[in-house]
């Protein structure tokens, strides 16, 4: 008699940081992530790397709002803002709750709006020291000229 064998889901897990059984240790003594911590970072990332769904985080830094405030606040279509905000909610970056037939949204995970605030700021001083340079660059060019 055969046995059936049952196929794993494929679908995408939602984001869940529990647990440690995956950390290991490097050269330096400093916590590196296993695979499996490594792939939610990486959905993680993957998430936050649209412009409308920073746009929506955005916006809800400054606390919960309604689906109209956050096209209204964030310059979006009706339907982007629908479809961004099924993205952050099913990754658990969001949450959701109703207030009579209006949803109103807040962030679940306040750990974002540090990283945005240090990807931001890394940005910024990125983007400076290039201009810098580039400033530099143009003076020798005009002083060789």
């Known amino acids: 008699m055969k046995k059936s064998v049952r196929k794993r889901s494929r679908s995408k897990p939602r984001h869940q940081y ?16 296993g ?10 990332f993957g998430v936050l790397s649209e412009e409308s769904r920073l746009r ?8 919960p709002a309604s689906v109209s405030d ?7 279509k009706q339907a982007n ?6 993205i952050l909610l099913a990754a658990g970056v969001i949450a959701r709750r109703q207030d009579g ?3 109103i949204y807040s962030i679940a995970m306040p750990m974002v709006n540090k990283l945005c605030a240090l990807v931001c700021h890394g940005v910024a001083r990125h983007a400076a020291t290039k201009a810098v340079a580039l400033a530099g660059s143009k003076k020798a ?3 060789i000229s």
């Open 141 to 143: 060019v005009r002083e």
């Open 101 to 103: 037939n209006r949803a």
């Open 56 to 63: 929506i985080l955005q916006v809800l830094q400054s606390g």
């Open 35 to 44: 695979t499996v911590q490594l792939q939610a970072v990486a959905e993680l």
């Open 70 to 76: 956050l096209v209204e606040r964030a310059k979006l």
């Open 18 to 33: 529990r647990g440690t059984s995956q950390l290991g240790t490097n050269q330096l003594g400093t916590n590196q992530l």
């Open 81 to 86: 803002a629908s479809k961004q905000l099924g």
